[in-house]
């Protein structure tokens, strides 16, 4: 079973990925954080025991990228998500170590199958 991390300031979107992830892929735990704060203090407490992270790259307190790198360099698989689907943009993200840049134009389907295929189920 596996522990994801869901870090999106949208309360409601966030909430129901969550819902939709944890029947799919039968997950031991969901976290959730609005903010890259509260992410960093989530990923603090855990030791950052996470299998997967989905991360809106913007967030009310910064930009993604630097929380990106953090998580490649221990070794967590990220997805991150943006309404802004300019290449510039989906280039910083793959550059910092997201696995995958999707927009949230993407259909639930495409999200689930990408983090699936991030934690190799």
């Not at 994801?4 to 979107?13: K, Q, S």
């Not at 910083?92 to 134009?105: C, I, S, Y």
């Amino acid at each position: 079973m596996k522990r994801v991390l869901l870090v999106d300031n949208c309360n409601f979107f966030r909430q129901g990925l969550a819902i939709v992830l944890d029947r799919h892929m039968d997950l031991r735990e969901n976290l959730q954080a609005g903010s890259l704060g509260e992410a960093q203090r989530v990923l603090a407490e855990l030791d950052a025991e996470v299998d997967l992270a989905i991360i809106d790259l913007d967030l009310p307190d910064g930009d993604a990228t630097e929380l990106i790198e953090h998580l490649r360099n221990v070794g967590i698989p990220v997805m991150a998500l943006t309404a802004d689907p300019s290449l510039q943009r989906k280039g910083r993200a793959l550059q910092a170590g997201a696995g995958e840049v999707l927009t949230l134009a993407t259909s639930v389907a495409q999200i689930i199958d990408t983090a699936e295929r991030l934690v190799g189920v």
